[in-house]
């Protein structure tokens, strides 16, 4: 098969690719729970970002929220093209989080964690992702999610105190 | 009530302040709050190594497309149809050039810019078939130039073989209707009437009039009523003629071109059964006097003889009332009846509709194109810009239903 490149990548979205392709990728299992299908996403809203790169308006946001809300609309779009061909029935285990030293007290803390996290509303676990493991400001995740700052920032609070509360309530 | 956008109240912003120290790493983070950063971040999941080499490799290349997609077939026209970003700007030009033909074609929006000449004929229908018994048909047309100078010569060919005027000369020949002779019969009478007002500028009135009057004479005419008042810097004339009827379009013609025609009435009556009435009642006469002469020379008393003269005179004097009548009618037939009144007017000479065309004309004219294009552009506006708004409130509407499906979706995984 023969491929053609449409344009050649510039430096600036080789340097967000890079820092954000991890978060991005972990934001967006967050979201649908399928790694398979995180994986798709996470490279569509790249690919997204790379051909709407002009689009790109600093004085809107940062980069990282403009690569976030990208990678977001195009979860929420598999999300409701999954909910017109089939349910996904149960969460996959996550692999890379098996055999990780069961009996230390890390480890079960640490299970209670993604336990507490797997039992959230899915929009607290999305800003609990947005927040640890993109590690974006409030601005940054209202821009995300279309809010205002404080709105966000009340968001996140109430997310956060909902994951203390879970990780220490008894199993 | 908290507003929505507020910022949230103290204790909210100290643990936000705390969470913020947390997950920078800060040494007076909060024990707790550092631990359960760092046990969600042990919990975060992290992509594979080989989707990631396949998504560098992708970056590198720039997310290339495949060349070697099959061409597209051509979509039928129900999938078309389902694109309103192609068929909208595309329906719309097709609207605005539909606007625009409509406009230009429009009389009132070419006026001034184009040929106006009209030639108006009117047939006599009367004249052929229906007039007969009952009494006659008449028929009338007429026009009203606004620029002469714009009509073909060899639209009225009949007419364009004029003098020159003596105000200078309006080389016009402006658009007159003719009425064709009534019939095709040559025994049957018409009555042919014409009322030409001539505005030439207020100081050419006496030398219009002057025309009018040579012209009618050398159509072997005469003037029956005449009325001109003349008066600094202009004046007005009313004139009543008496012309040919063989000779009433070529006289129309040459006046026509004496100066600017403001506007040509024509009429014509069938008089035939008038005529043919006249004639009769003229020959009853004259066989009642035959009969009345015969009866005379049979006579055989004096009483009888005095009886009879008397109804000869008396039957003389109607044959010669008769016999006028009919000569009147017949009059009536072979004169037409012109009325001409020659009205001066102010109007630039620019405007007279003669001469060639200037500078000025040109501008005029550049100006009249403008209007239009204004014109049409507007109207193109005043249809484009509701579907503008409509397209709008479309998209604005079809973005906030996308957002609501997004976050319901989000919901749903609940």
């Given amino acids: 098969m023969e491929l053609s490149t449409s344009e050649p990548t510039t430096?600036?979205?080789?340097?967000?690719?890079?820092?954000?392709?991890?978060?991005?990728?972990?934001?967006?299992?967050?979201?649908?729970?399928?790694?398979?299908?995180?994986?798709?996403?996470?490279?569509?809203?790249?690919?997204?970002?790379?051909?709407?790169?002009?689009?790109?308006?600093?004085?809107?946001?940062?980069?990282?929220?403009?690569i976030f809300g990208i990678a977001r609309n195009a979860a929420l779009d598999e999300l409701r093209r999954r909910r017109r061909t089939a349910t996904l029935l149960a969460d996959p285990e996550d692999a890379s989080a098996a055999g990780r030293g069961d009996h230390d007290d890390d480890a079960l803390r640490r299970a209670a964690v993604r336990v507490a996290l797997a039992h959230l509303d899915p929009r607290e676990r999305e800003l609990i992702a947005l927040k640890f493991h993109a590690g974006l400001s409030n601005a940054e995740i209202a821009k995300v999610l279309g809010v205002s700052e404080s709105n966000a920032g009340t968001r996140v609070h109430r997310a956060v105190t909902r994951l203390r509360k879970a990780c220490h309530a008894p199993s | 009530m908290r507003p929505r956008d507020a910022l949230p109240d103290p204790d909210v912003q100290h643990d936000l302040r705390e969470l913020e120290a947390a997950l920078g790493g800060e040494p007076t983070a909060d024990p707790d709050l550092a631990g359960l950063v760092a046990d969600v971040e042990a919990a975060r999941p992290a992509p594979d190594a080989a989707f990631l080499a396949s998504l560098d490799a992708r970056v590198r290349a720039g997310f290339p497309t495949e060349r070697a997609t099959p061409p597209r077939e051509p979509e039928p026209w129900h999938v078309r149809i389902r694109r309103p970003r192609i068929l909208l700007p595309a329906a719309g030009l097709a609207l605005a050039a539909g606007l625009a033909a409509v406009?230009?074609?429009?009389?009132?929006?070419?006026?001034?810019?184009?040929s106006s000449s009209s030639t108006l004929s009117a047939e006599l229908g009367g004249g052929k078939d229906s007039a007969g018994a009952?009494?006659?048909?008449?028929?009338?047309s007429?026009?009203?130039?606004?620029?002469?100078?714009?009509?073909?010569?060899?639209?009225?060919?009949?007419?364009?073989?004029?003098?020159?005027?003596?105000?200078?000369?309006?080389?016009?020949?402006?658009?007159?209707p003719t009425?064709?002779?009534?019939?095709?019969?040559?025994?049957?009478?018409?009555?042919?009437?014409?009322?030409?007002?001539?505005?030439?500028?207020?100081?050419?009135?006496?030398?219009?009039?002057?025309?009018?009057?040579?012209?009618?004479?050398?159509?072997?005419?005469?003037?029956?009523?005449s009325e001109i008042a003349t008066e600094d810097g202009g004046g007005t004339a009313s004139l009543t003629l008496r012309v040919p009827t063989a000779r009433l379009d070529a006289v129309l013609g040459r006046l026509s071109q004496l100066a600017h025609v403001g506007a040509l009435t024509q009429a014509s009556t069938d008089i035939t059964a008038t005529t043919v009435s006249a004639a009769d009642r003229l020959a009853d006469a004259r066989?009642?006097?035959r009969a009345l002469l015969r009866a005379l020379g049979r006579a055989t008393s004096d009483r009888q003889i005095a009886s009879l003269k008397a109804r000869l005179r008396d039957n003389r004097s109607q044959i010669a009332a008769r016999k006028g009548a009919l000569d009147a009618v017949r009059r009536r037939a072979d004169l037409a009846t012109v009325g001409v009144s020659v009205q001066g007017t102010d109007r630039p000479s620019g405007d007279k509709g003669g001469g060639a065309w200037t500078p000025r004309d040109a501008l005029h004219d550049a100006g009249r194109v403008l209007e239009v294009a204004g014109g049409v552009a507007l109207i193109a506006l005043a249809?484009?810009?509701?579907?503008?708004?409509?397209?709008?409130?479309?998209?604005?509407?079809?973005?906030?239903?996308r957002r609501r499906r997004r976050e319901t979706a989000l919901d749903r995984t609940a």
């Fill in chain 2, 142 to 176: 007429s026009s009203a130039s606004s620029r002469p100078k714009t009509t073909a010569p060899s639209a009225q060919p009949a007419l364009a073989t004029g003098s020159p005027s003596p105000a200078g000369g309006p080389s016009t020949t402006p658009a007159l």
């Fill in chain 2, 287 to 289: 066989d009642e006097r």
């Fill in chain 2, 134 to 140: 009952a009494g006659g048909s008449s028929s009338s």
């Fill in chain 1, 11 to 66: 430096a600036r979205f080789d340097a967000l690719y890079r820092e954000t392709a991890s978060d991005v990728f972990a934001y967006v299992l967050t979201l649908l729970r399928d790694r398979a299908a995180a994986e798709d996403v996470t490279a569509a809203a790249f690919e997204r970002a790379y051909r709407r790169q002009r689009s790109f308006d600093a004085g809107r946001g940062t980069q990282r929220a403009w």
């Fill in chain 2, 383 to 401: 249809v484009l810009a509701p579907l503008a708004v409509v397209a709008a409130l479309a998209w604005l509407a079809a973005r906030g239903l």
């Fill in chain 2, 179 to 225: 009425i064709p002779p009534s019939t095709t019969a040559t025994d049957r009478k018409v009555q042919r009437a014409a009322e030409l007002t001539l505005t030439p500028q207020a100081d050419d009135v006496q030398d219009v009039t002057d025309g009018v009057v040579r012209e009618t004479q050398a159509a072997g005419g005469y003037v029956q009523r």
């Fill in chain 2, 103 to 114: 406009v230009v074609a429009l009389p009132g929006s070419t006026r001034d810019l184009g």
